[in-house]
């Protein structure tokens, strides 16, 4: 597989305006480690992160919080191993994904999480926002 040069130009399409919408919007950290797709909805007074997982159970899953970060994490490690006559045959599979997300807009006390098929769902109640205190003041 070959590398595009550093000085190439990357093709910006529809996928990209949304990669780098959520990344300005959520403050995405996880560019060191390996991703996984989300979707993050608007949902009024609070937004709705879908998270594609795959092959995890619930167990495997971490979710937590430091500062105005929440850090997503799901770590698989599977072995199997099977011995006939002289021949062994051993297979290893290990997967690991971090992600996360700046979340200082949201009620981090009011985050629920639910995980079925495979898509993690987790609601992030949005903080009741002050009236806006802006206006002008005539000059006399």
Do not use: C, W
């Amino acid at each position: 597989m070959l590398r595009p040069s550093i000085f190439q130009r990357e093709q910006y399409n529809l996928s990209n305006y949304f990669d780098e919408f959520q990344k300005s919007f959520f403050g995405e950290l996880g560019g060191m480690f390996n991703s996984f797709k989300t979707d993050i909805l608007d949902k009024g007074d609070y937004f709705e992160l879908q998270a594609d997982l795959p092959g995890f159970s619930k167990e495997e899953i971490e979710i937590g919080i430091q500062g105005d970060y929440l850090t997503i994490s799901a770590e698989h490690k599977e072995e199997s191993k099977e011995e006939k006559d002289n021949y062994i045959h051993q297979e290893r599979r290990y997967g690991s994904y971090q992600r996360s997300f700046n979340v200082a807009n949201i009620d981090t006390n009011s985050i629920n999480a639910e995980y079925k098929d495979g898509v993690l769902n987790l609601k992030l109640p949005k903080l009741e926002q002050i009236a806006d205190n802006n206006r002008k003041i005539e000059v006399k």
